[in-house]
C-alpha cells in the first residue's frame, strides 16, 4: 500500500516516540517537543500512522463536473488521481502504473477517456482499470501465465460531505460524518451562504511552498491569537487607508482598536477527531441587508432566520485534520512533502447563484489579502519558515500551547475555548498523539 523505499529509517522498539516524549500534558500543561516538527523519522510515521490512517481531503466534485474529469492530488507523499466516472461515481486512484511505477498524469486537472501510461503505454479507464498491456502478444511479450493485474491501487474509502472530497487507505475508518463531526457546522454555514448551498472552485488555486513543517500551516488557519502581531503591516494599512476592496466581510476595515475587538469575540473548538475551530457570528447581522447585495442577504435570511443568519454572515473558520481547512471564502489544503517543506493550495469559492458581482468582488478581496501579491500570506508563510528555523535552536526543548487551557469546557466531546484561546491548535495534537503514539503504548 505504502511506495516508500522498504530502505527507509525506521524507529527501533527503544527509539519509537512515545507520548511523553512528544506532548507533555496534564491540567495545566500542553506542550509539544521539537522534534515533532523537526525529526525525518517523525515525518516518515506520519505518512504511515496518521496519512494512510485517517480521511484525508482530496478535493472538491465542483473540480470534476463531468464524467471523464480529473484532478490529481496527494494522501502525505503518495501521489492520488481523483476522476469521475461514467455512472458519476467519483474514484481515487494510487497515480502510479502498476507496470513500473511511472506517475500516470501530472496534470492538476483534466478531462480523458482514459490514462495512457507515457513510458511503457498501458492503458486504464478513468476507473482506473487496465484496459490494455501495449504489444502483450508479441515476441516478448505476456504468456497466457502472466497475472494481470485488474488496475490501478483503488482507495478502500472515498466518501464526500457537501461536495467536499474524502478518501481514506484505511478500510476501517469511521464514517466520514462521524469523523467530521462538529466540524461540519462550518462547512454547512460557509455553503448555506449560498443560495443554492453550493460552492463552486473555478478559479485557478494559487500555490506555495514553504520552507517548514506542515503542521505549522493546519495549526495556523485557526490561529486568531497571531493577527494582529503577524499581519501588522496589513493591519496598519487598512486603519489608515480603509478596504479599497469594498466590503465583503473579508479581514473588515476600521480602527485597530475595532478589529482586536473582533478577534477577541466569539468561541473556539478542539473538536474529537483533531478538527479545530473558530465561531465567530457577527454582532451587526442588519448591516448586511442594506446596500449592494440586500436582496441577496435578504434571500439568505428569509431562508435560515435571523438567529442562523448572524451565523452564517459571521466568521468562521475550521482546519481539518489533517490536510484542510476554510477560512474567509477558500478551501485551503496542505500537502507534506519533507519535515521541513510543505505545500500550500488556496482555492477561493464562488457561492452558487450568487450575484457575479458579489463573487467577484469576494475574489478580489482574496486576492487582496491571500495571492502572490497580496498583504497577508506571505507574512504566514515567512512565519512558518521562521518557526522551522527558530527550532534549530535545539537548547530549548519545547513549544508551549496552553493558551486558554485552564477555561476550555468539555462539550459533547468536544473541547469549547475563549476567543483565541488555543483549543484549536491543541485539537491537532490530540489526534496526532491518538494515532502516532498512543496506539503502540
Ligand atoms: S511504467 Fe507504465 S507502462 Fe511501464
Ligand atoms: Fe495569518
Redesign the pocket.
Known sequence: MNNQPEARVRFTRQEEPRSAQILQRDERTFRVHTSAYTDERVFREEMDKVFAKTWVYVGHASEIPKAGDFKTSHIGLQPVVVSRGEDDTIHVFVNRCVHRGAVLTRDARGNATEFNCPYHGWVYGIDGRLIAVSERREPGGYSENFRQPEGLFRLPRVATYRGFIFASFNADAPGLEAFLGRARSVIDRKLNLAPGGEIVLRSRPFVVRYQGNWKFQAE?IV?AY??LH??KGFVNLQARFGDTTGDFGVHKGGSVKEMRKLRFQGATWSCAHGHGMLENPSSHPETYLEGEFSSFYEGIRRTHGDEEFAWLVGKGAVSIFPNVGMIHQQIRTWRPIAPDVTEVTIYPYELKDAPDAYNEGMLRSQERFYGPAGH?AA??VDIFSRNQQGLLGSAVDWLILERGLDTDELVDGDWRGLPASEAPQRALWRAWARLMCEEQT
Request: hydrophobic fraction near 10%; proline fraction near 0%; aromatic fraction near 12%.
Open positions: 495556523n490561529d497571531h493577527f503577524t499581519h497577508g507574512d504566514d
